[in-house]
């Protein structure tokens, strides 16, 4: 997981942004805002969310206002709950389980990096059979079953 912050007021224009797109090949973005009023199935969206998942690709994500939490898995598989403010950059890694919530502001416009042609498919646990899984684990050094 890594976390950065940078200015989301010039998102549009900010060469740091630009560099870190660069230097890791994420050509695609798109921006997603959660809120009641904007998102058509918020509530359902939301439920998706926060049921525990893992992509076969990293999600990242770049707060661009409001806020929310992403919960993640540690080794002991516990949840972490990492906070995520504007201006934050979230990676997480391929084979994660995760989730991710609003707080009680029920606010978070984000824009969604991705390497190549987005796929946004989620696969809810259990999914330990996929070999996107088991790579992750071996990356964490977990001798785990
Ligand atoms: C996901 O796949 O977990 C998400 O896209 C989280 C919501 S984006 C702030
Ligand atoms: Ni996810």
């Given at each position: 997981?890594?976390?950065?912050?940078l200015?989301?007021d010039i998102?549009?224009?900010?060469?740091?942004l630009?560099?870190i797109?660069?230097?890791?090949?994420y050509?695609y973005?798109d921006?997603?805002?959660?809120?009641?009023d904007?998102?058509?199935?918020y509530?359902?969206k939301?439920?998706?969310?926060f049921?525990e998942?893992?992509h076969?690709?990293d999600?990242?994500?770049?707060?661009l206002d409001?806020r929310g939490?992403?919960?993640l898995?540690?080794?002991?598989?516990r949840?972490?709950?990492?906070?995520?403010?504007?201006?934050?950059?979230?990676?997480?890694?391929?084979?994660?389980?995760?989730?991710?919530?609003?707080?009680e502001t029920?606010?978070?416009?984000?824009?969604?990096?991705?390497v190549?042609?987005?796929?946004?498919k989620?696969?809810?646990?259990?999914?330990?059979?996929?070999d996107i899984?088991?790579?992750?684990?071996?990356?964490?050094?977990?001798?785990c079953?």
């Open positions: 997981m890594y976390k950065s912050l200015n989301a998102y549009e224009t900010d060469p740091e630009e560099k797109r660069k230097d890791h090949g050509s973005s921006i997603i805002t959660l809120a009641k904007i998102l058509l199935d509530e359902e939301l439920k998706m969310f049921q998942h893992l076969l690709d999600e990242i994500r770049y707060i409001g939490y992403f919960d898995r540690d080794k002991e598989d949840w972490i709950r990492i906070s995520v403010v504007k201006g934050d950059l979230i990676t997480l890694p391929a084979g994660i389980y995760h989730r991710f919530t609003v707080d029920n606010y978070t416009k984000a824009m969604r990096l991705f190549g042609d987005p796929v946004w989620a696969y809810y646990r259990p999914a330990d059979d996929l899984r088991q790579q992750y684990l071996s990356s964490i050094g977990c001798g079953a």
